[in-house]
């Protein structure tokens, strides 16, 4: 089967019903799309397919409609993303764990609304677990990346 | 200045290899070097100038043992090394190290006694110490109980300073200027000409020569780190996706392994059936481990799905079955039989009591698991005379012991790869997945297998936090508290958790009544009993231990006794403490949330309560309001007293999430239990706070306490009863059982 990720083709041997999420991680090793709760509870395995946010246990193999970004696509330490930066200039990570999922979440949420109010943000990023309680910091970094995408 | 004579005394005691000197107890063992691990395998060239700080030509290594489990301890380390030794940390390398006894902890230890936190009598202190050199004597080393910064921030300092002092005499010895007219900046050691030698140019020479142990630590004054906003050293990898957890550990011909034990906690098997699940796609070999079976595929889907597939006859385990059994169990466990310990016991309350109109109350805190989002994982790889470990644990060293104890190799051929873990919340001080992870690779020598719990498997095989009771008797008078009488019942935790991992420590089980029996009140009449209830499943320590429950339940019965006697809540708290560092605190919540009373409009209501925990006192301040949609937490004050902050960014951030922590557990979450197993397996019955239920909060962090101590755990415990009291101010309802959610309704 052959997945875009990234902007790059691969090619994994696995069952059309295996979720994407363990395609990623134990097929090609891209390990920052992480498992939390496999039923669509946490939001720690989220990816964009087609730009679209989505919970990457609940999508089978032979579902997967797109084009695939990961966190890494989004941008990395030496090319951070604006939303990245805002991250680590509030930053927002304890343990870190649920923060990729939280990131790509943000990001399909401004790609949709520019200018999120408070309510905005709590609907569409709610279901994004952090069991160590960095909510205030992502309201903030959200806001933070919210005006600096519009000023570029 | 009794703290600078501390130091000074203790500097002496400090050199390349020893770390904290210990002077009353066992002398001749405790004063005795402790050895340098990094002393072993060096090369040519490298230095080790003390067990934390390493330098070799191609650069500096700092040695962080705490684990970091989301609290940022593993920057804070760093910094505190870096600000003595003048480098840049983000330009070092960290490296958690081998378990050690040079890196034991001994606040924890000493914290386990018998006495509050802020009692600083001579018993008291001189008792501390002893129970921190035995901890050194008996390695352990773990993280928690927010002990890190309060037991390493004078060593690491010492050592960064013993390191820099060293690299100087290196140079004095190879340039010929006088050590005293040197200087460091920036990784280097500067000559008075204002030319540079990198300390990675002396490491060398610096490996050679006698290290400087003569060295006194700069005052906070002269800090360019320490207590100024900084970024955590992770914050970049962990904002793009690229900081690797122990579940994320990738090795070269791995295999993928999961398990599953007895739903019902220690039951064993009574027989299985694993063909179904050995036909399976992609499965290897099913194999017997600790508590049931394990699945070995080619990925962690396969073996999940074949784990499900394995049937299974599982023996009950000895514990009731039910959690309505397991709360009679608690209420039956309230008479002398059972009686644990009476650590306070002021005044006279049965008398107090006999004479006055008794107010009487029962409170439940239940069982909750720890969740963190990184559900356990392990890496093992077993060969010949060998064993590495990759995993993210709070305590290596009983990771080491038991890849010794199981595969029989000796400790030396052990490798802990201590890694960053996705939270813990005390989960971590458990070692029971490693040991699955062992027994797994242990069949299949030489191929790495990678051992990952399903969420299942993660929360029906929690240690738990333990459910807990507690009955408060009191009376008032003349707008006053004058009789406080708090039962607090509950399997002891100590004997639990300690059993499974060190040793039961003599005397009282104070986790217990952690929390109740040791809060600065000074009430004329004043008791705490805690009573041990016979042992059910294995319970854990969780964030704030026993002080998660006990605080709900002594500052929820306090307040019960200040509304009767007609008292505003933080006058009388006021009234009733003595400690100055409790008193600001509370003062400074006040002032903060401009207080008033409890009573903040119609619909709406503001709670308040305190609690001193690991050392820290803590207030809190909470406004809710009543919606159409259930009760919205709109606001939270925080205060507290941690002594020195180093690290304020990082100190507000675990201010705020330890709050949420305990909010969102007191809202909504609890495990109970049927057929012995856990009803709540996932996410979609154990929530914690989400987003859209977090309010926004205003932190103040004192610094006037003479005790540096940690915060990932102070600000969890005083956050139930705050709320609960919020929640009474607004609707007159009392909550006395956790989660709330059991009686309201939240937004
Ligand atoms: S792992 Fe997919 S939502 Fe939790
Ligand atoms: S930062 Fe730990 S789960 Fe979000």
Redesign the interface.
């Given at each position: 089967m052959n997945l875009t990720i990234n902007g790059t083709d691969h090619t994994v041997d696995?069952?059309d019903d295996?979720?994407l999420l363990?395609a990623l991680?134990?097929?090609l090793?891209m390990?920052?799309?992480?498992?939390?709760?496999?039923?669509a509870?946490?939001g720690?395995c989220t990816v964009h397919i087609g730009g679209e946010a989505v919970r990457s246990c609940q999508v089978a193999l032979a579902d997967v409609w797109g084009e695939i970004t990961?966190?890494?696509g989004l941008?990395?330490?030496d090319a951070?993303h604006t939303i990245?930066a805002a991250?680590?200039e509030h930053?927002?990570?304890?343990?870190?764990?649920?923060?990729?999922g939280q990131?790509l979440q943000a990001s399909d949420l401004l790609a949709r609304n520019p200018q999120p109010t408070d309510e905005d943000?709590?609907?569409a990023?709610?279901g994004?677990?952090?069991?160590?309680?960095?909510?205030?910091?992502?309201?903030a970094a959200v806001h933070a990346a919210a005006s600096a995408m519009r000023e570029v | 200045m009794g703290r600078a004579r501390t130091i000074a005394r203790r500097s002496f005691l400090i050199g390349s290899a020893s770390i904290l000197g210990g002077v009353a107890f066992g002398a001749y063992f405790v004063t005795r070097q402790t050895p340098n691990p990094l002393l072993e395998g060096l090369a040519e060239g490298e230095a080790a100038l003390t067990p934390f700080v390493k330098i070799t030509p191609q650069g500096i290594t700092l040695i962080v043992p705490r684990a970091d489990v989301g609290q940022g301890i593993a920057s804070t380390q760093a910094m505190l090394i870096a600000e003595e030794l003048d480098i840049d940390p983000a330009t070092a390398t960290l490296d958690p190290g081998q378990p050690h006894q040079a890196y034991f902890n001994g606040t924890v230890a000493a914290e386990s006694l018998p006495f509050p936190a802020w009692e600083n009598g001579f018993v008291a202190s001189t008792v501390r110490e002893l129970m921190g050199n035995v901890a050194r004597l008996t390695s352990s080393q773990f993280t928690g109980g927010s002990s890190s910064v309060a037991d390493l921030h004078e060593t690491l300092r010492m050592a960064g300073a013993t390191a820099r002092e060293t690299l100087k005499a290196a140079a004095a010895f190879r340039t010929g200027v006088p050590r005293a007219d040197l200087r460091t900046e920036n990784g280097q050691v500067i000559l008075p000409d204002g030319t540079g030698i990198p300390y990675t140019d002396l490491a060398a020479q610096a490996a050679a020569i006698k290290p400087v142990t003569d060295v006194t630590l700069r005052p906070a004054s002269e800090w360019t780190r320490l207590g100024k906003p900084y970024q955590r050293l992770d914050i970049v990898a962990k904002s793009t996706g690229t900081q690797d957890f122990g579940i994320d550990v990738v090795l070269p011909g791995m295999l993928h392994a999961t398990v599953r034990a007895n739903p019902g906690r220690g039951g064993g098997m009574a027989g299985y059936n694993a063909d179904a699940a050995l036909t399976m796609q992609g499965v290897r070999s099913v194999v017997e481990v600790n508590e049931g079976l394990a699945v070995i595929a080619d990925n962690t889907w396969f073996a999940f799905q074949a784990a499900q597939a394995l049937e299974v006859d599982w023996l009950p385990p000895e514990y009731p079955a039910s959690s309505a059994e397991m709360w009679q169990a608690l209420i039956n466990a309230r008479t002398d039989a059972f009686r644990n310990s009476r650590l306070r016991d002021d005044g006279d309350v049965e008398a107090a009591l006999a004479d006055a109109t008794v107010i009487e109350a029962e409170y439940r805190s239940p069982f909750l698991a720890h969740a963190a989002l990184e559900p356990l994982s392990a890496t093992v790889l077993v060969e010949a005379e060998r064993v590495q470990i990759w995993t993210a644990t709070q305590i290596p060293a009983v990771v080491r012991d038991a890849a010794v104890e199981l595969t029989g190799v000796d400790p030396s051929r052990v490798t802990v790869h201590a890694l960053p873990a996705g939270g813990s919340f005390g989960r971590r001080l458990d070692h029971d997945y490693v040991v699955h992870a062992i027994q797994i690779a242990a069949t299949m020598p030489g191929t790495p297998i990678k051992t990952t719990w399903s969420r299942e498997e993660d929360m029906t095989h929690d240690f738990p936090r333990p459910l807990h009771l507690a009955v408060g008797r009191g009376a008032v008078g003349n707008g006053r508290v004058l009789a406080y009488d708090l039962d607090s019942i509950s399997p002891s935790l100590v004997s639990s958790w300690f059993g499974r991992i060190f040793i039961v420590p003599p005397g009282p089980d104070t986790l217990l009544v952690w929390g109740a029996f040791d809060q600065p009140y000074a009430i004329p009449n004043y008791r705490v009993t805690g009573y041990a209830a016979p042992p059910m499943m294995p319970i854990g320590s969780w964030r704030s231990p026993g002080a998660c429950s006990n605080s709900f339940f002594h500052e929820s019965f306090l307040s019960e006794l200040i509304h009767a006697a007609g008292a505003d809540p933080l006058e009388e708290r006021l009234r009733l403490i003595a400690d100055a560092d409790s008193r600001r605190v509370l003062e400074a919540v006040g002032e903060m949330s401009n207080w008033n009373g409890a009573d903040i409009g119609p619909g709406r209501g503001r709670g308040i309560a305190f609690a001193h925990t690991h050392g820290v006192p803590v207030a809190e301040v909470i406004d809710v309001t009543m919606t159409d949609r259930g009760i919205r937490i709109d606001e939270v004050w925080i205060a507290a007293d941690c002594g020195t902050v180093f690290d304020p960014v990082n100190a507000e951030a675990q201010l705020t999430g330890a709050a949420i922590f305990g909010l969102g557990h007191a809202m909504n979450c609890e495990l109970t239990y049927e057929n012995h197993a856990v009803q709540q397996t996932n996410f979609h019955t154990f929530e914690g706070m989400r987003l859209h239920q977090t309010p926004l909060f205003h932190t103040r962090l004192l610094e006037r306490s003479e005790q540096v101590r940690g915060l990932g755990e102070p600000a969890t415990a005083p956050a139930a009863p705050a709320l609960a009291d919020a929640i009474f101010a607004a609707t007159g309802q009392r909550l006395r059982e956790m989660p709330f959610s059991r009686s309201v309704e939240f937004a």
């Open positions: 696995l069952p295996m979720p363990w991680r134990d097929g090793n390990t920052s799309v992480k498992y939390g709760c496999g039923i509870q946490c720690a990961t966190i890494e941008g990395t330490p951070l990245q991250w680590i930053q927002v990570a304890q343990c870190g764990y649920c923060q990729s990131i943000i709590d609907a990023m709610s994004n677990l952090c069991r160590c309680g960095t909510y205030p910091r992502i309201r | -």
